[in-house]
C-alpha cells in the first residue's frame, strides 16, 4: 500500500505536536509495510519517498523538476543539515518559501476542478467552498496557496492508493489531489480552529476545515473530544469518523535521569505560549501556590504570543525570581528541563491532544492536565482537572509539594503507564482504516 | 564672579551574561567579562586616557585656575584594576595635582538610598575607604547615584557621613523662579546643595554633535558668550556658580573626538579666563565662595538627572523594574546574615543602577538613550538575565 502524505510540519520543520504526531506515525507506517509519499512545506518542489523507517530522518528527496534532481543527485553534503538546506527546510518556518515567487492562486487553479461535469453537485459546492476561502494576503494564507498548487503537481505524476493530510493547511492539497486522482482521502484532525483560537477564529479557516472533511472518505480524530467537537461543530457524518490516538515514542538517545537545576520543587509548562494552552492560568496557580510554598519554582517553558504580556504580568504579581521564562528552547535543552522538573502542568482551555505530557510522563514528572484534553482519555497515573478550576489546581499542586513520595510514586506510575502507549499501535489502527477505506472505496467504484 | 564647576561621573558597570535558566545551579559565570573587558578598553582608548592627558595639560598650563571634579564608581576602578591599570594610574596624577575633587558616592553606583538604609551606608563606606586607598582623599561632596536626591538623604548624608556639600540636579518644579545659579543650603540649612545648570550641561553632554540642533556646531566663543550672559542678572556682587554636570564618557565616546570636543575643551579654558569675571571652581569650595544667606530648598519627592521627567523613571517605573529591585533587597539580608562573601559581592555587583536601566520601557526619545546604553536586545530580555541571576544567587544561598 502506497499513501501520498502532506502535511504542514515534519522534524526538523516542527513547531508543534502537528510535527511529532506525523513523526512517529509515519515512522512506525513504515515498520508496517506502508509506503508513504510525503509533501512538506519546503523551499525546492520536492517529495520524500519514504520506504522504511530510518528514512523518517535521512529524508531521501526527490526534486519535481528533473533538472533540479539532476543537479541534487550529484551534490556531495558533508552533513544531513547541510543537505536538507539545499532542500529548504529548516527550524525556522521563515525559510519554507520565498514569498515573491508564489504565483497567484485563484488564477492558477483551474476552474475544470469545480465545474467539469463528472463531479457532483455537492462535491463542487465543498470545493467552491474552499477555493472561495483560501484567499487573502497573509503569508500563511499565501503559503497555503503555493502549497495546493504544488500538490497539483505531485497527485498527477506519482503513483499511490491513497491520500492522507494532516490539518486544514494541507486539506486544499488533499481535496485537489483527490479530484485529480480520484484516489480516497483520510483527513485527520490534529486540531481545530475552535482549539487555537480560544474563540470564534477565523472564518475562512473553519470553511476550508468543513469543506476539507466533508469532502474526504474518512476523517481521523486524535481523541474522543475532537471526535465530538468534528460532530457538534462541523456537522461531520460521525459513520466516517475514526478515533486513533496519539502516542509518543521516545528517541533512542533521550537521557531521562533527573538532574534538579533547583533544589526546591519544580513546576514545569512547556508548550507555545498561547491562549490554547492556558499559560495565564498557570501563572494563576503559580501565584496562589507561591504564597504558601515560596521554595517552589515555577518555569515556563517555550515562546508564544502571549509570552510578552505573561512575562510583564509574573512581574506584575510580584511573583520574584520564583517564576522563570526560559524562551525558545531546543530538543536537548527540552530535555533538560524536563529532567530538572518534578511536576508537569498543561492547563489547556482546548487540547484535541496534547503529546507533551505523554513526553513529559516518559521522564517520570508527575502530570496534571486539563480534562479539556484528549490525552485525558488515555493515561489514568495523572491528574485530570478542568483548566478553569484554579483552586483545585492549586490544591493538588500544593498537596503533591506536601507529599513528596506520593509526588515520586505517581511519577513512576505514569512513566510506566506512558511507555506502553507506542506509536506501534496507533498505526495498526490507521493501517486498518486505510485498508476499510479502500475496500468500501472499490466497492463504490463497481 | 561666576565659578564654572566641572564635575564629571566615571562609571562602568558589571555587565550580565545572557544568563538562561538552564545555567542555574552550574556555577556558570554570571558577569559578561569578555564584553566588561571590551567595553573597558574601548572606552579607555577614546576617553579617559586622551580626556585625562588633556585635562592634567589644562591644570598645569593654568596653574590651579582650571579645576574639575570626578566621581569614581568602585566597580569602575576595579575595572581599572582588572583591564587598564593605566587608566587608574593617570586618575591618581590628576588627583595628585591638588586640583581634583573626588565627591563620595556608593561603591557599586546603586540605588540602595531607596531600599535599605544599611546597606546604602556601607556603600557610601566602601567607596570612601576605596578613594582613601587609591587616591589617599578624603571625600567631602557627595552625590548620590544618578543625582538622585531628596531631603531624608540630606539628613543621614550630613548627620552619619558628615559630608558639607550634596550636588544634584537643577529640577524646574523644585526650582521654580529661582536660578540653579546660587548655592543653596537642603530643607533644614545643614549642608550646602549645588544644583546642574542642565541647559548648558546637555549642550556639551548630549547636543554637541547633532547636527539638526539649531546652534550646532558649538564653538567655544559662542558658549562662553552664552555663560558670560547669565551674569548680567546678578547686581549685587553674589558669587555664581554654573554647575556643568555630565558623565565623563562624553568625552570621546558619546561625543566622538570627531565630533571636535577635545579641541574645544582643549580652548574652554582660556577663553573663560580671559574674562575676569568667570573662574573655574570645585564643589568643596562653596562654603567660602558663597558670600550671601544661602536660601534652603525642599526636595519631598526624589529626583535625579535623568531623562526628560528628571526623577526615578529610568531604573523604577515599569514592573518588571520593581519586581527586580524588591527581589534584589529581599535576598540582600539573607544573604549578610549567611555571611558569605563571596554571595554579598555578587549581589553587591547586581544592585548597580543600569541593570535596572536596562530594563526600562519607556519608548520615546529616552528610550533612544537606553538603548544606546544596553547590551541586550530589549528590556524584557534584561529582566529575565537579571531575574534568573537573583534565582541562581538564591540557590547558591541555599547550598
Not at chain 1, 126 to 136: A, H
Not at chain 1, 292 to 321: C, N, V, W, Y
Amino acid at each position: 500500500m502506497k499513501v501520498l502524505m502532506f502535511t504542514w510540519e515534519f522534524p526538523p520543520l516542527i513547531s508543534g505536536g502537528l510535527g511529532m504526531a506525523c513523526y512517529g506515525m509515519v515512522k512506525a507506517l513504515l515498520s508496517l509495510g506502508v509506503e508513504v509519499d510525503l509533501v512538506l512545506p519546503t523551499r525546492e518542489i520536492v517529495y520524500f519517498p519514504l520506504r522504511q523507517p530510518s528514512d523518517v530522518d535521512t529524508l531521501p528527496a526527490v526534486f519535481f523538476e528533473q533538472s533540479k534532481q539532476m543537479l541534487y543527485s550529484v551534490q556531495k553534503f558533508a552533513s544531513l543539515k547541510e543537505r536538507l538546506e539545499y532542500i529548504g527546510i529548516s527550524e525556522y518556518p521563515e525559510s519554507y518559501f520565498q514569498l515573491s515567487e508564489i504565483q497567484r492562486f485563484a488564477e492558477s487553479v483551474t476552474k475544470e476542478y469545480w465545474t467539469s461535469e463528472s463531479i457532483s453537485y455537492h462535491e463542487q459546492e465543498l470545493f467552491r467552498q474552499m477555493t472561495d476561502n483560501l484567499v487573502g494576503e497573509e503569508d500563511l494564507i499565501r503559503k497555503v496557496q503555493e502549497f495546493t498548487m504544488r500538490a497539483d503537481k505531485f497527485a498527477r505524476v506519482l503513483d499511490y492508493d491513497l491520500i492522507h493530510v494532516h490539518d486544514w493547511l494541507t486539506y486544499p492539497a488533499g481535496m485537489l489531489a483527490r479530484r485529480i486522482s480520484g484516489k480516497p482521502l483520510v483527513a485527520h484532525v490534529h486540531a481545530t480552529e475552535f482549539d487555537r483560537a480560544g474563540g470564534p477564529g477565523d472564518e475562512r479557516v473553519h470553511k476550508i476545515e468543513h469543506s476539507g472533511m466533508r469532502f474526504a472518505d474518512k476523517v481521523i480524530a486524535v481523541s474522543q473530544y475532537t471526535a465530538q467537537m468534528i460532530m457538534s461543530r462541523y456537522r461531520i457524518d460521525s459513520g466516517k469518523i475514526r478515533i486513533v490516538h496519539n502516542a509518543f515514542s521516545i528517541p533512542d538517545d533521550a537521557v531521562r535521569d533527573k538532574e534538579r537545576i533547583f533544589k526546591g520543587p519544580v513546576i514545569l509548562f512547556l508548550g507555545r505560549i498561547t491562549l490554547q494552552k492556558g499559560p495565564d492560568y498557570f501563572m494563576d496557580i503559580a501565584h496562589k501556590v507561591l504564597q504558601s510554598h515560596p521554595e517552589a519554582r515555577f518555569i515556563m517553558a517555550g515562546t508564544g504570543d502571549m509570552g510578552r504580556k505573561l512575562l510583564r504580568r509574573s512581574a506584575s504579581l510580584k511573583l520574584r525570581h520564583r517564576f522563570l521564562f526560559t524562551g525558545f528552547l531546543n530538543r536537548k535543552q527540552v530535555e533538560r528541563i524536563l529532567r530538572a522538573a518534578d511536576i508537569y502542568v498543561l492547563p489547556s482551555v482546548s487540547e484535541p491532544f496534547g503529546i507533551s505530557p505523554l513526553e513529559a510522563m516518559s521522564f517520570g514528572i508527575t502530570s496534571i492536565i486539563s480534562k479539556q484534553s484528549g490525552v485525558a482519555e488515555i493515561v489514568n497515573h495523572a491528574f485530570k482537572i478542568d483548566f478553569w478550576d484554579t483552586d483545585l489546581w492549586v490544591e493538588t499542586i500544593k498537596h503533591l509539594i506536601s507529599n513528596p513520595d506520593k509526588c515520586v510514586k505517581m511519577g513512576i506510575d505514569g512513566m510506566h503507564e506512558v511507555n506502553k502507549i507506542q506509536w506501534n499501535d496507533a498505526a495498526v489502527k490507521i493501517r486498518d482504516i486505510y485498508n476499510e477505506t479502500l475496500t468500501e472505496y472499490s466497492r463504490n467504484q463497481d | 564672579m561666576l565659578n564654572i564647576v566641572f564635575y564629571f561621573q566615571v562609571h562602568q558597570p558589571y555587565r550580565l551574561n545572557h544568563f538562561n535558566v538552564l545555567d542555574i545551579g552550574k556555577n556558570s559565570p554570571l558577569f559578561d567579562d569578555k564584553l566588561n573587558k571590551d567595553i573597558m578598553l574601548k572606552v579607555a582608548k577614546n576617553c579617559y586616557l586622551p580626556t585625562n592627558k588633556l585635562l592634567l595639560e589644562l591644570i598645569k598650563a593654568y596653574d590651579g585656575r582650571f579645576k574639575v571634579a570626578f566621581s569614581i564608581t568602585g566597580t569602575a576602578i576595579e575595572q581599572f584594576k582588572q583591564y587598564t591599570p593605566e587608566t587608574l594610574d593617570s586618575f591618581k596624577e590628576l588627583v595628585d595635582t591638588g586640583h581634583v575633587e573626588l565627591l563620595g558616592e556608593t561603591y557599586y553606583h546603586s540605588l540602595a538610598y531607596l531600599y535599605d538604609r544599611d546597606e546604602f551606608l556601607d556603600q557610601v563606606n566602601l567607596h570612601r575607604e576605596l578613594m582613601q586607598k587609591e587616591f589617599s582623599y578624603f571625600t567631602q561632596t557627595f552625590r548620590n547615584t544618578e543625582l538622585i536626591y531628596q531631603d531624608s538623604l540630606s539628613d543621614i548624608v550630613y548627620e552619619i557621613e558628615g559630608f558639607n556639600t550634596i550636588i544634584t540636579e537643577g529640577v524646574d518644579r523644585i526650582l521654580q523662579w529661582r536660578s540653579p545659579l546660587y548655592a543653596y543650603k537642603n530643607y533644614n540649612k545643614r549642608i550646602n546643595l549645588l544644583l546642574k545648570y542642565y541647559q548648558l550641561a546637555d549642550d556639551i553632554a548630549f547636543r554637541f554633535s547633532n547636527r539638526d540642533w539649531p546652534e550646532y556646531p558649538l564653538t567655544v566663543e559662542k558658549f562662553v558668550n552664552w555663560i558670560d550672559k547669565l551674569t548680567l542678572g546678578e547686581k549685587m556682587g553674589r558669587n555664581q556658580f554654573l554647575n556643568l554636570f555630565m558623565d565623563y564618557e562624553t568625552f570621546g565616546e558619546h561625543q566622538w573626538a570627531s565630533s571636535g570636543i577635545f579641541d574645544f575643551m582643549r580652548h574652554f579654558p582660556a577663553e573663560v579666563l580671559k574674562r575676569s569675571h568667570l573662574g573655574f571652581a570645585t564643589p568643596n569650595q562653596v562654603a567660602e565662595l558663597a558670600n550671601y544667606q544661602q536660601e534652603s530648598l525642599s526636595f519631598p519627592e526624589p529626583v535625579s538627572w535623568a531623562d526628560e521627567q528628571r526623577d526615578l523613571s529610568a531604573w523604577l517605573e515599569n514592573d518588571m523594574q520593581k519586581n527586580a529591585i524588591e527581589t534584589l533587597y529581599e535576598l540582600l539580608p539573607k544573604i549578610k546574615s549567611k555571611g558569605d562573601e563571596q554571595l554579598l559581592r555578587i549581589a553587591r555587583l547586581l544592585s548597580t543602577s543600569d541593570h535596572f536601566y536596562y530594563m526600562c520601557s519607556k519608548y520615546f526619545q529616552d528610550g533612544d538613550v537606553h538603548k544606546y546604553f544596553s547590551p541586550y536586545d530589549s528590556p524584557d530580555q534584561a529582566y529575565i538575565y537579571y531575574i534568573n541571576a537573583l534565582a541562581e544567587l538564591d540557590e547558591r544561598l541555599m547550598r
